[in-house]
């Protein structure tokens, strides 16, 4: 139970909700109600899919590619970092885009909410994690974290209503302190690794 609230957590995390809910208001801005809930229940179903599929094939790409999982911990930490800092300034555009269904999976559900910093470390846990009730468990983790983001996108514009864009930037930035502290744990757990060996 205290590994799946831990792996809930930090996934959360991860997939940097405030940040998505940012972006999901300012690429639908004159979206109606259904039209939201229908991009949000695909972004967040595109989203599932892809961190599965990283999670449960990320032993056999260490493999073909010859990586090893403390080298790439280290990349997907420093990776993770540079995530958390442009949380702390955030940018959100929404030019370029002008049909509501095609943000959904292209910039919703990647990268904006699987990203670079969020493939590194599910391919590390899909490394880590042999058995599979360890593996049932992570799933379930981040399907349990994707529905808490399909809720948060679903009351977006209400969100919004009652903290205003300054307290979603807020809320961002505290997203990006937790983010910063989980890169420095991974990347320590990579050198001290190396330094054993």
């Known amino acids: 139970m ?25 690429l639908l801005p004159d979206a109606d109600e259904e039209n939201r809930r229908r991009v949000a229940r695909r972004t967040v179903l595109a989203a599932w899919i892809i961190s599965v599929a990283m999670f449960l094939f990320g032993q056999v790409i260490f493999k073909v590619l010859g990586i090893g999982v403390d080298a790439f911990r280290i990349g997907a930490g420093a990776l993770l970092f540079l995530s958390a800092v442009s949380l702390m ?16 999976v292209v910039p919703l559900a990647m990268p904006v909410v699987i990203g670079p910093a969020t493939c590194g470390p599910l391919l590390v846990k899909g490394a880590e994690i042999a058995n599979w009730s360890g593996r049932v468990l992570m799933i379930l983790a981040m399907t349990l974290a994707l529905a808490a983001l399909w809720a948060i ?16 930037a807020i809320l961002m930035r505290l997203t990006g302190l937790v983010l910063s502290a989980l890169s420095a744990q991974m990347i320590m757990t990579g050198v001290r690794a190396f330094l054993v060996k």
């Not at 996934?11 to 972006?23: E, G, K, V, W, Y």
């Not at 996108?153 to 979603?168: C, Q, T, W």
């Open 153 to 168: 996108l679903r009351v977006g514009a209400s969100i919004e209503r009652h903290l205003g864009k300054k307290g979603i």
């Open 2 to 26: 205290r590994f799946f609230i831990s792996e809930f957590l930090k996934f959360f995390f991860l997939i940097t909700p405030f940040f998505a809910l940012s972006m999901f208001l300012a």
């Open 89 to 104: 300034n955030p940018k959100v555009s929404a030019s370029g885009h002008e049909e509501d269904d095609d943000v959904a």
